[in-house]
């Protein structure tokens, strides 16, 4: 864990559990964290770390991997159970991609691979902590969405279009909610990168324009010269549906 300081100015002060078995690892975090205004709590194995979730109730989990005890996907597994909704950032010494694609499958929200660079972790944390509490604060996205002649059921993933029927991917799904949520406003691609693929190194921007192109072929009535999913230059995509005559 490389020295720095973090170039985002920190959020209000938040409950943060670190369920690290590495000591000098989890003292780190905790006194870093702590200098950024937070409440750190830690624990080095699987049990105390369940436990001390549920009676610390934090508003995000810097989970390890590889914890004695009980391993840190079978803890995110059972917090998942409970809650949703709480951001999960796991720090792990796995690196293959198929160590990370199975961390987002069970529901963790960032993913950083040891050594890593102090900098960017307490960034991460901000950002975590930040979309969460846009989340609190942002009207839901109803179950079935219109606009146009399209219908989007988000409790099944389906939607019909212009083409006809469509079976959405979990990406779509989330860019789609991302882009709705902030209907009439900018979204930038490292936004929209980070709701459907949390932050993967191994994911550019231009895979994020690749599904914009899909569900333009989706929505569109012309995807050539598209009226809902607007491309703005440098700057990312909005979502504006144009007003109901």
């Known amino acids: 864990m490389d020295q720095g300081k973090a170039a985002m100015a ?125 989340a609190r604060h942002t009207e839901p996205t109803p179950e079935v969405y219109c606009f146009g002649a399209n219908r989007i059921d988000f409790a099944t993933a389906k939607a019909t279009g212009h083409g006809g029927e469509i079976r959405l991917t979990d990406q779509e799904v989330k860019l789609l909610k991302a882009l709705i949520a902030n209907r009439g406003r900018i979204v930038s691609r490292e936004t929209l990168l980070a709701e459907g693929w949390g932050y993967s190194r191994d994911t550019s921007t231009r895979t994020v324009d690749n599904f914009i192109v899909r569900l333009r072929r989706y929505f569109e009535p012309d995807p050539q010269n598209p009226i809902y999913f607007k491309s703005l230059r440098a700057m990312g995509y909005m979502f504006d549906p144009p007003a109901a005559p």
């Open 10 to 134: 920190p959020t209000a002060r938040k409950k943060i559990l670190v369920i690290e078995d590495e000591t000098h690892i989890a003292e780190g975090l905790v006194l870093n964290l702590s200098l950024q205004g937070h409440e750190v709590k830690a624990a080095e194995d699987g049990p105390s770390g369940l436990r001390l979730w549920e009676t610390f109730k934090p508003d995000l989990i810097v989970l390890d991997v590889m914890l004695p005890g009980m391993d840190g996907l079978r803890l995110l597994n059972r917090i998942r159970e409970q809650d949703e909704d709480i951001p999960v950032l796991i720090l792990s010494a796995k690196a293959a991609t198929e160590d990370r694609i199975k961390g987002f499958q069970l529901g963790v929200d960032d993913y950083l691979t040891k050594p890593f660079d102090l900098d960017e972790f307490l960034l991460r944390v901000e950002r975590l902590l930040r979309r969460a509490d846009k």
